[in-house]
């Protein structure tokens, strides 16, 4: 079972790396799931920089062109399970939101990582609710109607 995952997550990757990822712009994409339900599950991202996968479980890895592998981890909290991953690469950083929920909660997370180092610059909670695709306008990452500077992570207050 753990060779079939691997050839699926290997198909995937060079898939998106055959075919090339879309030129960036100001919408965020979703990340391909591979994956269904309370099973284990993986997203999986490309950017100009290499290719990301990452676990419902927040572990992540990293892989540049030239091979070389790098592991993160993403906040969740205690038992927390991602469902919905979306990202931008922006000024070549990469903005992550990603869904998920515990058995008591609902929870989403903006976090603009420093594709280099693989290190959070800056992270916020964010509303999960409605299922509304976020967008970069200007200064700010915009979900829901709220405005997230992109700069240090604060929510806009009006």
Request: hydrophobic content about 45%; charged content about 25%; glycine content about 8%.
């Amino acid at each position: 079972m753990r060779k079939l995952l691997v050839i699926c997550l290997s198909v995937a990757m060079l898939w998106s790396v055959d075919f090339g990822a879309s030129p960036p712009s100001e919408a965020f994409a979703l990340a391909d799931r591979v994956g269904e339900g309370n099973e284990r599950s993986f997203f999986i991202l490309s950017t100009s920089v290499g290719n990301y996968i990452i676990r419902h479980d927040g572990m992540g890895e990293f892989t540049s062109p030239a091979g070389l592998r790098r592991v993160f981890m993403l906040k969740l909290g205690w038992k927390g399970r991602i469902d919905r991953v979306y990202f931008l690469e922006h000024q070549r950083d990469l903005f992550l939101i990603y869904e998920g929920h515990t058995a008591a909660s609902q929870w989403a997370y903006l976090m603009r990582l420093e594709q280099t180092k693989r290190k959070a610059r800056w992270i916020t909670e964010v509303d999960s609710s409605g299922s509304v695709v976020p967008v970069v306008e200007g200064e700010f990452v915009v979900i829901n109607k709220v405005e997230i500077s992109k700069a240090n992570g604060a929510v806009r207050q009006d």
